[in-house]
């Protein structure tokens, strides 16, 4: 694995980390509830990703 890839995965994950603690935030609130389960499949999606690629 080089470098480019190392950092994308890296990223990958950060965002997911981020992607979480928002859609957390966000699913608190009544009206916001749909944008935060969003938010949370969209870092379950970004962590399987990475799973696959480092397989």
Do not use: E
Request: net charge positive; glycine share 6%; no cysteine.
């Amino acid at each position: 694995m080089n470098s480019f890839t190392s950092a994308a995965l890296a990223i990958a994950m950060i965002a997911a980390f981020l992607l979480m603690i928002g859609g957390i935030r966000l699913l608190r609130a009544p009206q916001t509830r749909s944008r935060g389960w969003l938010m949370l499949a969209a870092a379950l999606v970004l962590v399987m990703n990475v799973m696959i690629w480092t397989m």
